[in-house]
Each structure stands twice: as structure tokens, then as C-alpha cells.
């Protein structure tokens, strides 16, 4: 049966991130599964103080066949009861809140309370984070008062399904795994992907991915690119690809200390959808060094190209990678990260790894993670 279902969070017109991608793409397999869907997201997302980029609109296209209204100003509460009642009227069987920072739980539980009025709307939140990677005094208050305001919980690590745990330990809750980011076009040989980067073939290329911040752990990989072991292999280059998301002076000054700047490619601007595939396809290992992680999306984009990958053993990151047959999952220190990158040259586990991601691949269906959803939902 046809069923109508609101997704508020970011989307077009604002970058958001994976975050936004990923709402879209949510929205275009519930349609595929023949739901009439709705997006609601932000004329204003973040106060200018509290944004770390350059610009928090996006010049990509408007996704087209989607459904997309602006309407929440996450520091006017106005809007927050406009749109509240926008979205009650219209009683959605419904509702999907995504939720990664307690700046926002005033505004969406307030959305969320006013929508609960019409005493017909189910209330999901998929909480990407429940404990924020960057503490600010007001955590713990927003965030309680958003998820008491919802009928229950996905979220997309099993960490963040224990933190959650702590705050609502009654309601319904449940871990799915992120789906496949499959909406970045096809694969390209690392010939093409490196002519569209003007970038030389004969070198092999490893790949960070994503915005920049301390807890992603940068400073690490390049501390690993200078380890004695890695020194050896001038034909290792590292691709920095994705905007700073906080004080770009300290990477530099270490870049400089460890001299590595014949070893590096640094695109640090925001990287637009349509040259993501360049990116992925011009790299052999795709590196994800994080200090510590609820779940990333470079995963779930590293998959849909068949790449390998290093990651660090922390938070959900694991559990996507299993260790030996995807990839590799190593402790946060430079020279684990080192070996792990240098066993997967000389051990030539490239083609072997590939393989292996195209059958593990198959269970990160969007089609799969909306039933689940809707199996979720009726229990609400």
C-alpha cells in the first residue's frame, strides 16, 4: 500500500555533506518502492559562527524528481512551529528525523512535538550521532529533548546504538547498516580518473576522502607517510580531497616539519557530486585514520567503486570492513596505519580485496535498509 513519508534534514540546496546525499538517495529508494516522499530541510542550517566551511549551499543541480521544501531555521523558532504544523496537516504515515548534532535538537524536537498532534504520524529518527565528536556546553539537554520527543531509533553503528541505549532505553531502536553511496556515477579506469585530476597514472595513490577535521585523524596518515618503512616507497602519493573543516595551519606546518610535499596531491576545496568517481577511481586504497567514529559514509562511497580499504578499530568502522578480505582495520598510530599500507602493495592484495567487496557489497541494498525501516516503523 502506498504510504506517505517526510525525510526532514539536509538536502539541496545545502552541501550537508554526506549527510545530505544521503537523504536524497533515501528518498529516491522509498519511491522506488512506490512511497509518496517529501524532503523538508533548511533555509538556514548553521549560524555563521558555528559553520567551519566556506559556504554551506552547494552549486550542484536540483536533484531532479524529488520533492524538496525549505523551511526550517534552525535558530528561529517560528519557523520551527511553521514547519511543525506544515507537516501535521498533511498527516504523513511517516516521519524520518536525521540527527548528528545537539545544536539541532531544539528546533527538530519542537517540529517533532507538534507533528505527534495529530495523533497519526510515526516519529523515526535515524541518529547518526548521540554523543557529538566535538563537545559544547547544551549536549546533553538537546539531545534528550529531541529524542524524547520521537516514537523510536535507527542508527547506523552499533556504538551509537549503545550511546543511544543510555538516553532512551525503553523505546523501540535498532542498527542497520549505511546503504551503498551508488549515486556518484559509474566506475572510470584510473587512466581517466587521473587525466580528469591532471594527475600522472604511474604512481600509486592512496586516498583521504571527506572534510577535515581533528577527529578524522589527517595528521596521522601523513605521520604514517613519513614513517622510514613508507619513505621507501616513492611511488606512494597520498590525495587530500575534501574542504577544512577546522584551522588549516597546523596540517601545513606538518607537512613541512615531515617534508612531504612532493608526496602529496591537496584538492582542500569542497569536492562538487559529479567529481567524486575521479577521486576514487584514481586511488588504490582508499585510508580512513580516524581517532574515533561513529559510522562514514567514505565506506559506503569506497564500496560502490570496489575500493579497498584501511581503516582505524574504532567505533563502527570495523564493522563494515571485515579485517583481512575488504581491507584492513588497524589501531590509530602512523606506523600500524604504515605497515597496513605497505602490506597492501607488496602483498599485491588489490585485485584480491576487489573481489571480495563485490560480493560483500551486496547487502548494503538501499531497497533492503526501506524495508527494514518499514519494519521498524510498525512497531512504533
Not at 604504515?338 to 599485491?348: D, E, V
Request: aromatic share 12%; hydrophobic share 40%; glycine share 6%.
Amino acid at each position: 500500500m502506498r504510504q506517505r513519508v517526510v525525510i526532514v534534514g539536509p538536502a539541496h540546496p545545502l552541501r550537508g555533506g554526506g549527510m545530505a546525499t544521503f537523504n536524497e538517495r533515501l528518498a529516491y529508494a522509498f519511491q522506488e518502492a512506490g512511497d509518496e516522499v517529501e524532503i523538508v530541510t533548511f533555509s538556514l542550517q548553521y549560524p555563521s559562527f558555528l559553520f567551519p566551511g566556506k559556504s554551506q549551499y552547494t552549486d550542484d543541480p536540483v536533484p531532479e524528481d524529488l520533492q524538496i521544501k525549505v523551511l526550517i531555521n534552525s535558530i528561529n523558532p517560528v519557523s520551527w512551529w511553521h514547519t511543525g504544523n506544515y507537516i501535521r496537516k498533511q498527516k504523513p504515515d511517516l516521519v524520518i528525523f536525521r540527527y548528528w548534532l545537539p545544536f539541532m535538537g531544539p528546533a527538530l524536537g519542537t517540529i517533532a512535538r507538534i507533528i505527534r498532534r495529530n495523533r497519526h504520524s510515526r516519529i523515526l529518527a535515524i541518529t547518526d550521532n548521540v554523543v557529538p565528536h566535538e563537545k559544547r556546553p547544551g549536549d546533553v539537554p538537546f539531545t534528550k529533548y529531541f529524542l524524547s520527543a520521537c516514537h523510536g531509533f535507527i542508527t547506523l553503528s552499533r556504538s551509537v546504538l549503545q550511546d543511544l541505549k543510555r538516553f532512551e532505553p525503553d523505546k523501540p531502536a535498532t542498527y542497520l547498516s549505511h546503504p551503498l553511496y551508488d549515486n556518484f556515477g559509474e566506475a572510470e579506469t584510473k587512466a581517466a580518473a587521473c587525466a580528469a585530476l591532471d594527475l600522472d597514472p604511474q604512481y600509486n595513490y592512496l586516498l583521504f576522502f571527506g572534510f577535515i577535521r581533528a577527529y578524522k585523524g589527517l595528521d596521522l596518515l601523513l605521520q604514517a607517510l613519513a614513517e622510514p618503512m613508507l619513505q621507501q616507497r616513492p611511488d606512494i602519493k597520498l590525495i587530500v580531497a575534501g574542504e577544512f573543516y577546522e584551522d588549516a595551519a597546523p596540517y601545513h606546518a606538518l607537512i613541512q616539519k615531515l617534508n612531504l610535499q612532493h608526496r602529496l596531491v591537496l584538492h582542500t576545496d569542497f569536492i562538487p557530486n559529479a567529481a567524486v568517481r575521479h577521486y576514487f577511481c584514481a586511488a588504490d586504497l582508499v585510508v580512513q585514520p580516524y581517532k574515533h567514529a561513529t559510522q562514514s559514509g567514505v565506506t559506503q562511497v569506497a564500496y560502490h567503486f570496489n575500493k579497498p580499504m584501511v581503516v582505524t578499530n574504532v567505533g563502527g568502522l570495523p564493522e563494515l570492513v571485515p579485517d583481512g578480505e575488504v581491507g584492513h582495520v588497524v589501531e590509530p598510530q602512523p606506523q600500524a596505519i604504515a605497515q597496513a599500507i605497505l602490506q597492501f602493495y607488496t602483498s599485491k592484495q588489490g585485485e584480491a580485496f576487489s573481489q571480495h567487496i563485490q560480493v560483500y557489497k551486496k547487502r548494503f541494498s538501499w531497497s533492503l535498509f526501506v524495508q527494514a525501516i518499514w519494519e521498524m516503523a510498525i512497531k512504533l
